[in-house]
């Protein structure tokens, strides 16, 4: 489970949060959506550990991220919008660094049944991954997260650049995950495809979460229309 | 755990690296390449010693009856005895000279210095394996290392690494256990041959202290290879790219590789110049002429004579006075030819410490020094023998002027020794002092490589906590 209490980050005199507070439980998949600037990446940042919080806390399985970031971590796969794998490596070798880094041991063939599930194809698993594309980084990527059983999968702008069939496919995985108890957080641009994915969708604006929608109860247009409002409101204020 | 992943992958990635892995055959192939001509070399050179030391024996021995102070002047060789460590570091072995000449009337310099007349082939033959641990093995670590984080960085594994929850010490420490791997797969191949250069060499001369000065040769190479290591993680740490890191460690290495040492030397000599060959040569003539010159010193040498025998007059004296003469001049001239080379000493000693101060601000130089420190082929090893061979040759004249003073009655410059009698002047048969005797003059050297080693683990530390800090905030 994800949880935000009263989150908050300022970096100086800029509020980058503000008090937030969500919580997204196993088999959910929570979407942030926003503007540049909005707070999106900082929320992840601060999840993974990678920032403290200047106020509240960031919770992943009832562990405080700033407190016990080890325990934390151990139970959190990040995936990021571009998933960095070393390119003299294949990708069953990088799934198998990454997924030795979380002390426990995944034999070869629940690995290569991991890179199967993830939906890389079979030809490309010992290819270098210098080769791959962005998409089958991704499933490597989501390979990654299984066969370190994470709880909890935080994604930033994963789907940014994938061309509409991978994009469907990693939207599938993100199902699959779901059904596996696993808490997804996902951070987006793209309003559809988070509301293909999301079960619920965050507006985060100016580092406030100011809306929270049920993604089955709104059509795309409405969200469309529901985000620009949002989005015309900051621009209003602003001016 | 996690450290040895990460080592594993790192080395992976190396190995997989063409370039660093043709550099690093390169360099395993000069290293043993090294290796053998430097064990050819020093052994070639004590096959020369003994043969020279054998013709040289034949010769005395054979020169039948004559006078002991014309035999004095013809005289004998002092060869240095090379440690077999020379084949490792051959230090100064090749500037320093190889043989004293001890005559009587004069100290002379050592001579046959290898360096003068050696031809375009030293160039090779100057190839040791002490300048490929200094020099090479410091430029393919460089190589291999330093994508370490900046390619990690370049590429977001880095990112990717510290999200998997991997803490930056882990990191830090897995990458320092793959340069680890990564020495000791440069350095076996070097041990190993060594170690069968040195089984099978049939070099005469033996340290008393073999294992004590290898073991220090192994911990200085190891603390000054460790700090090289350590600076290629930290400058590759705080590197935003491949380019710059290459760039920065590239320029690391030339300037405290090549650069300062060179540096050094020339500051040494600038602030104690080499004193002029001529004038010492003069100098040194001067004193063996000296008593001959003086009738003041003449009149005192006969007044002990009379005075040490009780008699009036020279031709009362129960010993052949010329011999006498002779005596008296060597021991009036010896403290004079020391304080000859005491000065030049001087010089050099204050060269060295020039170099050892400057130390400090390069490894390349403080290794460099106690490699040939340990080895025995520094300046004070040779002046040790410089200084063995001076009272071999005080010995020697003075038996050949006792002989004289003692046996030629009347006879005087006539007298001719018995041929048998050159077999009871000894040959020189150097011996190689233990490291205890100079390990203090090399402190400094060694705190500056601890002090190197502790300032580039602070360095790199300090540089990957804040590469992490850079990278998760990013």
Sequence with gaps: MIEARELSKRFGDTVALNGLSFTVPARETFCFLGANGAGKTTTINLFLGFLSPSGGSALICGKDVAAEPEAARALTAYIPEQVALYPELTGFE?????????????????????????????????????????????????????????????????????????????????????????????????????????????ILRAGELVEIVDAASVSASELESIYLAHMHDAVSSAA | MIARQIAAKDLTLVFRNHRVMAVFVAVVLVMLGAVLIGAERTASF????????????????????????SAAHFSRYAFKPLPALASFDPGTVDYAGLAVWMEAHRRNPATFRYAESAGASSTFENLSPAWVLQAL???????????????????????????TGVTSDAVFAGKLLAALRLLLLILLPLVACSMLAVAFSDIDAHQPDPQLRTLGLAVAYSVYLLAFCLVALGVSALSPNRRSAAIGLFAFWFVFVVLVPR?????????????????????????????????????????????????????????????????FSEEYADPLYAEVYRELDAVHAAQER????????????AVARLSAGLAGTDRAHHLAFTQEAELHRQKIIKQMNDDMMLNAGDAGYGYQSDPEFWGEIA????????????????????????????AAFLFARNAVARAGDMERAR
């Design chain 1, 94 to 202: 990088n799934l198998r660094f990454f997924a030795s880094l979380g002390g426990s041991r995944v034999s070869d063939s629940d690995l290569l049944s991991g890179l199967e599930a993830a939906g890389l194809q079979k030809e490309a698993v010992h290819q270098r991954a210098a080769t791959y594309s962005k998409g089958m980084r991704q499933k490597v990527g989501i390979a990654i997260a299984l066969a370190k059983r994470a709880q909890v999968l935080l994604l930033d702008e994963p789907m940014s650049g994938l061309d509409p069939k991978a994009a469907n496919d990693f939207c599938e995985l993100l199902r699959n995950m779901n059904a596996r108890d696993v808490a997804i957080l996902m951070v987006t641009h793209d309003l559809f495809r988070a509301r293909e994915v999301g079960h619920r969708l965050g």
């Design chain 2, 137 to 163: 093995v410091p430029l393919l670590i460089v190589l291999a290392l330093f994508p370490s984080y900046a390619g990690e960085r370049e590429d977001g594994t880095l990112r990717q690494l510290l999200g």
């Design chain 2, 354 to 365: 020039t170099l050892s101060a400057l130390s400090m601000v390069s490894p390349t130089l």
């Design chain 2, 427 to 454: 040959d020189f048969h150097g011996s190689l002092p233990p490291w205890s005797r100079f390990a203090s003059q090399y402190l400094w050297d060694l705190l500056a490589l601890l002090v190197w080693l502790a």
């Design chain 2, 263 to 327: 540096l050094a030397g020339e500051l040494a000599l600038a602030r104690s110049p080499q004193p002029d060959a001529t004038e010492i040569a003069n100098s040194l003539g001067e004193i063996g002429m000296a008593f001959w010159d003086s009738d003041e010193l003449r009149d005192t040498a006969r007044q002990q004579a009379l005075e040490k025998y009780g008699v009036q007059s020279v031709e009362e004296l129960p010993i052949d006075y010329a011999a006498y003469e002779l005596q």
């Design chain 2, 46 to 69: 004590d096959r020369e010693r003994n043969s020279a030391l054998a013709a040289d024996r034949e010769v005395w021995l054979g020169q039948g009856a004559r006078n002991p102070h």
